[in-house]
């Protein structure tokens, strides 16, 4: 689960990292009051950045530096107007600008590989950092912390020289980084980068010029297996940026992704779920999703798959691909007849089902007069054969709906 | 012969009184597969699926009365780290473990402790392995192996049932058939498996089934390059039409800043000349063009 | 450095360990007042424990349960008068008295021989664990905790098995002993005791007999070479029975250990220390503490070890010992000659110095009429002939002191 | 030969630039070790040691640049414990640790740490080796030696200058002097030592200086009993006069609970027919006694 820059600072500053001081604003007028606030603090310069869970908010326009209050509401005004990547925004960040002397990257991410916590640094901070490693991959410093210990003092200083960050930042670089992988190891995170991480001028209470490192911007994912356990991190789940039919399906342990096409498949397994989307593309269809129903699966988790599925206008065909180990063949033939009875849109259905009690699954399903295919491919090339069909008559609705 | 399971398997379950671990248990009796003890703390003592195994309440000890070697867990995710830690501190010496859902975190934690314990986990989040005719454990319905010389490797479960029933109905027998898992931390990687294989004489081809996420199928491919020459083998990358950055049920399964993609995965397994399917029912005629005579 | 019984507790309630509740007093009226509230609470007996660093307490009479209030407070009193293997008795744990139905044993210590720390559990409880090891080995269990990890829960659950504790109490065992290993890494602990760790009978809200598991007595043992970290706990030291030369030594970061004999040993290095003292012994004197001034030691040091030695009246001879290898042999011998220069009491004097600057040191030791030794041996001997002359003379005062 | 330090012996100096650092280091380099590298965080790029050592900011980068095969730790306590898991990181296969006053708690997870990595430690909170001749490394003072055939292991520091110099001035010269602290997790024993100068074909005689506390001298005595039966060997122990419960001075010099006393430890080596001296001064007549022909 991604969560938006603000709520990955406040799980920075939990593990005592340097993070400058900021605002969540909904509108341009709470944006003008925190910049307000933000220069009578004594900042200079503010900054007004969206909060959206894409990339490249930047180079949509999404950040803007402002030298007074009315800046900052007219630059908060122009965000808010935006879409980045066909997400509205609706919340921004204010605080004050920070003086950057110099940028860099650093980050720590779950490896698979090397199935360790690699954390990696980098001077050329600010920028992308996959396009640091197309560019440059050399500039990427990487080791990889101690799967108990977290990563070390020394491994910290290492990656501090390596970039660059001896001499006065050395203590400061040391307590970021393990600061980083705490945060990760706290929060149950796959990722948390910071980038930039940089050395920013500051005045000093005695008035002197003082430069040290402080977190710019933080990116943290989560991993969605350990939110069990954090029930503080699920409530940032930004529903906001969530489609309603996500979190219908994650209420009903679905997995189900939302794509593009006319053919709606439920399969068992997220293998073959993708692999029947990819059978589905091949015959010349376009699949409407992923949906995998788990393993075992009764017939109340097939209706609630069917209403997902059909409550996409889209599709045009469904494409049922099941083969039965835990799940029972009977089971899900049962938990279609049900849930076809009762839709509120008739949609042609073809559908597969082998394994575990396929042959009471075949004929529950002849009785109630289902297509079915024998091999997958088969059931692919039919399913985009009826969404091409019913593309050119239109969609029906159900005589047989009771809703 | 075969790899990982096979007739010298002494099999505990562990979680073996809760529905999932009964229920498989009884397939894996069926099968032939030697279940010598089962654990659930607090119900050592007890018998269990029909009296035909004794259940303990720790693993050392059901190592200690039954020569326990291998260990299936199906407990759930909370406590599921732990039974890993639990089988690799009692000396088993190949855990697979069937739960869902485990945080990465513990994973790595508890990959570096059965490391440590020179133990061999597969998965989590996997099927298990079947040597048809010889042992299955996990959740692989045995139905669909028949007995044969091409061991299967792969991260996902249904789908490999698919691909293995392909392999059965052409007339394909299997060697071993192992599901690594779908998570990003696992025990075992496809290379891990290769390198088994490959050491394997009853083994004489190799199938390799991957989808979207991570890098492991082109280091096995790296690796297949260079040292699997000789021999046939056929491959699968589910995912083609996967978007980015979203999870694709499995945990691992995610292209990230456009790494990962199915179209890297092939690319690299044809340019270590494997040919990769279109389907997982067209992985039979490849192997057989690449040579294969079973 | 050893700690209360009470703040042992302490530690372990920190750790979410059930421990019955209990309050320390200073006084039998105050024992009384909390004994009222301990019943006032629901407590059908009370006990009252002296709070001593030293074993043994029920066998010299330090443990008394009361049937109320006016028992209590004689409890007290009599406890207060007591002394416990010399130490006098000036606190008191009071609370509600357990009812007991089955006494265990649990332990985690820093194992030497394995390098880990090492959890103990029997059922055997309420007994002194070194008995048990001597009559009935076998029935204590022990596992190594995983040196990252901690106390793993598999480990935790053998250890319940093995003692008996499954079933009911299984779950809670599990927390009791992966919470003295806890409390062992957080604090810095050498040694986590509970002694009994009890199933004890309550009364549920619903006034239904409950038994559960309750952490009765606590042992703890800090690691005083990682107390620099833990302010809070160096703040548990119990000055009142400490002997304030000893604290005088900690002050001056000189290893002193006061003994009974008569003959003071100065010396660099702990095993050599230990050496003198042995020699002194073999030669038929008694040493009079164990003193290492550490390595590199000053003349300033050297005094202060002199001040150290001289505060006991049983001292009538000094042995210096000094193996220079770091520490200088003319700056010790200068730190033996501004030390006598100004010391109250005049008592014979042996001096060894080799090593390091050694023949600067005899010169200087020569000119101002010290006794020295060459050999270890010859240095014992002397310093205990000298001691035995004193002993017949009588002790001195210094004539040369200025104080 | 000799063990732990050699003519092979490439050291570098972990906080080279500190007071006790340079100090040592400078006997050192007087002695003839071979000092190749200083470490002191933030310095690399110095010269020290009058510019006859070069100083790195991290380990890694010393072994890189100059070959250091061993460690020798002054850094102060609070530091010492990630220093030697900086040592054993950069594959420094030797590592002294002289420090003092290290959490044991700190040492503990250390220890693991070396082991896995294949390292190994002496101390911490130890004087250091010397193979006189060779090289020194620690704080043994090198004028106590002389070139010889005796392996002395010890947990002490100046009371083994003390064994060594009545050794020297006896006739009886040293092939390695160790000295394993006075600590009670400390990364090599006493048993690790024996075994180390039993494979050496250049020790022809061991002596042992133990002390209160544990049980390590007992230990080797049963390994000694067993496989050191030809050669000559002596012992010591300090602290037979010793109160129970009191640390004397070394964090791991205490008895406690009755167990770790001079008596249970002289007999164990008595037992084990190894002879123990009543004085330090002794042990040169012990071992002509026990055929000893230095």
């Known amino acids: 689960m991604k969560i938006q820059e603000a709520d990955a600072k406040s799980l920075l500053l939990a593990q005592g990292l340097p993070v400058p001081a900021w605002e969540v604003v909904r509108s341009a007028p709470e944006a003008r009051a925190a910049a307000e606030r933000a220069f009578a603090a004594g900042a200079s310069l503010v900054v007004v950045k969206a909060q959206v869970l894409v990339g490249g908010r930047g180079k949509a326009g999404g950040v803007k530096v402002a030298a007074d209050a009315g800046a900052a509401e007219a630059a908060a005004k122009a965000i808010l107007a935006l879409e980045i ?14 003086d950057i002397a110099r940028e860099y990257y650093l980050g720590a991410i779950l490896d698979r590989v090397s199935r360790r916590i690699v954390v990696m640094a980098s001077a050329e901070g600010g920028v992308e950092i996959e396009e640091v490693a197309k560019v440059n991959p ?36 040391v307590q970021v980084a393990k600061g980083l992988v705490a945060t990760m190891l706290a929060n149950d995170a796959d990722l948390v980068e910071v980038n930039p991480l940089a050395i920013v001028r500051e005045t000093a209470a005695d008035g002197s010029p003082v430069e040290r490192l402080a977190c710019l911007d933080a990116k943290i994912t989560l991993d969605d297996s350990a939110l069990f356990r954090h029930p503080a991190l699920e409530a940032l789940r930004d529903l906001d940026e969530e489609d309603p039919v996500d979190r219908q399906a994650r209420d009903e ?49 097939v209706a609630a798959a069917m209403r997902l599925i059909l409550a996409d206008p889209q599709v045009t065909a469904i494409l049922v691909n099941i083969f039965g180990g835990i799940t029972r063949g009977d089971e899900v033939a049962r938990g279609l007849i049900e849930a076809r009875a009762v839709q509120a849109r008739d949609v042609p259905m073809v559908v597969r089902i082998v ?15 289902f297509a079915t295919a024998s091999s997958l491919d088969d059931a692919a090339a039919k399913a985009v054969a009826a969404a091409g069909a019913a593309a050119r008559t239109g969609p029906l609705t159900n005589p047989a709906a009771d809703r | 012969m075969s790899i990982l399971v096979g007739r010298e398997t002494r099999l505990v379950v562990q979680g073996i009184t809760g529905r999932e671990g009964e229920f498989h248990s009884r397939a894996m009796l069926d099968y032939g597969t030697r279940i010598v003890a089962g654990v659930t703390p607090n119900k050592g003592g007890q018998q269990t699926l029909d009296g035909r195994v004794p259940v303990f309440d720790t693993v050392a000890e059901a190592v200690r009365e039954t020569g326990a070697n291998t260990s299936c867990i199906y407990v759930p995710a909370a406590g599921a780290p732990d039974a890993i830690l639990e089988a690799a501190g009692a000396g088993i010496e190949t855990i697979f473990c069937i739960t869902e859902g485990i945080p990465a975190l513990d994973m790595l934690r508890a990959v570096a402790v059965v490391q440590a314990a020179g133990a061999r986990l597969i998965g989590p989040n996997c099927p298990g392995a079947t040597s048809p005719g010889r042992a299955k454990v996990g959740i692989i319905p045995g139905s669909v192996h028949r007995e044969g010389g091409a061991g299967v490797v792969s991260r996902s479960g249904t789908l490999t049932y698919e691909a293995v029933q392909a392999m059965t109905d052409a007339g394909i027998g299997q060697s071993t058939c192992v599901g690594i898992g779908g998570d990003p931390i696992i025990g075992t990687t496809f290379l891990d498996v290769l390198k ?6 009853e083994t004489d081809a190799i199938v390799l089934i991957g989808e979207i996420g991570g890098s492991a199928e082109e280091e096995a491919a790296a690796w297949a390059a260079e040292h699997l020459r000789g021999v046939p083998m056929a491959a699968f990358i589910a995912g083609r039409t996967a978007p ?36 997982p029912t067209e992985i039979p005629a490849i192997l057989r063009a690449a040579g294969y005579r079973a």
Chains 1, 3 share one sequence.
Do not use: Y
Not at chain 1, 85 to 98: C, F
Not at chain 1, 267 to 293: C, H, Q, S, Y
Not at chain 1, 355 to 369: D, I, K, S
């Open chain 2, 244 to 279: 980015e950055g979203r999870r694709m049920g499995h945990a691992g399964a995610i292209i990230s800043g456009g790494s990962g993609t199915a179209a890297d995965k092939i690319a690299a397994l044809e340019a270590a000349g494997i040919r990769v399917a279109g389907s």
């Open chain 1, 355 to 369: 394994g575990t009690n396929a042959e009471e699954a075949a004929a529950l399903l002849e009785a109630n007069h």
């Open chain 1, 85 to 98: 990547k066909g997400i509205p925004v609706r919340k921004l960040l204010v605080g004050p600008a920070a």
């Open chain 1, 253 to 301: 342990g679905i997995n189900f992704i939302k794509l593009d096409g006319s053919i709606g498949c439920m399969v068992n397994g997220a293998g073959l779920a993708m692999t029947t989307m990819d059978l589905v593309k091949r015959a010349g269809g376009e699949p409407a999703n992923f949906l995998d129903i788990g393993g075992g699966a009764r017939a109340d988790k």
């Open chain 2, 196 to 201: 088994l294989f490959a050491a394997d004489p």
């Open chain 1, 138 to 173: 050399g500039a990427i410093h990487r080791l990889e912390a101690h799967p108990h210990l977290g990563l070390l003092d020394w491994q910290a200083r290492q990656l501090a020289f390596a970039v660059g960050l001896g001499g006065p930042h050395l203590r400061d670089f």
